[in-house]
């Protein structure tokens, strides 16, 4: 079974200031790796993913994320947060199986401080 | 840019009334999906539908759900009898094929008084 945790449920960080949002995985295959964001009253959209390509990864919105495989991990990280940023941000696995349902972490909610 | 459209986007019913959520997938997209998102919690797999059947369901989807995909551009997720507890924002998703990542719908938040 798949399964992803994130850890911190709320993080804070200042205008400029490095954004990290952790995540670790569970996989008992090849994991693909994704990571989605929420703003307020929206749906979830694609920031970026892993899919057994490069181990780092580049997303939308200046955001990257690092597979790394010994750790089950795959941070997302930006240099310097914007106040846009604000969001709640969904780590997910899928095994790409018959289903490639989505497994999804509890969430991060990033609250930027101007 | 095609896009996953969610209908209604909100709706308020009754206990023990039927509800149809809507969802129109991508045109060229062959896997269809359901999750919900209870206030605050997490987002959850609900089913999953490839080949017009369903190719896996959770522990929720039980025989209070179905999904239809009637005329080959709608997908549909019905709630028979509706409970308190279903009360939740309903999102549909599609994908091209197997590897590529899922696209979501803005969701539909249903209301169960």
């Known amino acids: 079974a798949q399964s992803v945790t994130q850890l911190g449920s709320h993080v804070s960080v200042s205008e400029g200031a490095l954004v990290l949002l952790r995540c670790n995985y569970s996989s008992s295959v090849p994991p693909y790796l994704f990571w989605y964001v929420q703003y307020p009253n929206q749906g979830l959209q694609l920031l970026l993913k892993y899919t057994s390509a490069a181990t780092l990864v580049k997303g939308i919105n200046g955001f990257e994320a690092e597979f790394k495989k010994s750790e089950t991990s795959f941070h997302l990280t930006k240099p310097s947060a914007h106040m846009s940023d604000a969001a709640e941000y969904f780590c997910a696995v899928s095994d790409l199986s018959n289903t490639g349902k989505l497994i999804f972490g509890q969430g991060t909610t990033l609250q930027v401080k101007p | 840019e095609p896009e996953v459209t969610q209908t209604p986007s909100h709706q308020v019913t009754q206990m023990g009334q039927e509800v149809i959520l809507r969802c129109v997938p991508i045109s060229n997209h062959l896997y269809f999906y359901w999750y919900r998102q209870i206030l605050g919690q997490k987002v959850e797999f609900l089913v999953s539908?490839?080949?017009?059947?369903?190719?896996?369901k959770s522990e929720i989807f039980d025989d209070q759900f179905s999904v239809e995909r009637p005329d080959g551009s709608n997908f549909t997720l019905k709630i028979r009898s509706t409970k308190l507890e279903d009360s939740a924002m309903y999102f549909c998703a599609s994908k091209v094929s197997r590897k590529n990542e899922q696209f979501f719908g803005p969701g539909t938040r249903l209301t169960v008084l």
């Open positions: 539908f490839y080949n017009n059947e369903i190719s896996e």
